[in-house]
């Protein structure tokens, strides 16, 4: 008796177990290229697709310039290049899964930074395709330069 509620028991866990792995495996695809790119704030009013698509990517690059800040930390080390971010715009708009990709060497302190400004990007429409709302997932370098100061305006006589 002791051996069929074990059975039965054990039949139940691997039932309960095996319809969590299904669920797992449900994960929604993720698109680099879809019908209707997700769309920045204010962009949306814009006349065409291509000029939607167009303001979408120009107020993204505005905000990373805007947001982002060289941490001193870098800039005392004389620490330089180029930040490659992957993230994703979810079906709701919002901003998720930031990575690097590839960082600076020796540059963690700007993979946070670029971090964090992604992270900052206000929600968009999401992305559509076939009706439907979908994940769109994006990568884009952040590039930190260190400059040698203000540039002197030549004078004309």
Do not use: W
Request: charged fraction near 25%; aromatic fraction near 6%.
């Amino acid at each position: 008796m002791i051996q069929k509620i074990a059975l039965v028991v054990l039949f139940c866990l691997s039932f309960v177990a095996s319809a969590q792995t299904n669920e797992e495996l449900e994960t929604p695809e993720i698109y680099t290229e879809v019908e209707s790119m997700p769309v920045f704030p204010g962009c949306e009013s814009e006349a065409s697709l291509e000029a939607v698509n167009s303001c979408t990517e120009n107020k993204i690059i505005q905000h990373i310039g805007t947001e982002t800040t060289y941490p001193e930390e870098a800039k005392k080390k004389g620490i330089s290049g180029t930040v490659y971010i992957r993230y994703i715009v979810n079906e709701d708009g919002e901003v998720r899964d930031v990575e690097v990709v590839r960082g600076v060497q020796n540059g963690k302190i700007l993979d946070k930074e670029a971090i964090r400004v992604i992270y900052t990007l206000p929600k968009m429409s999401p992305g559509i395709q076939d009706g439907k709302a979908v994940r769109v997932q994006y990568t884009i370098p952040i590039k930190f330069n260190l400059t040698g100061g203000k540039k002197k305006k030549k004078s004309r006589k």
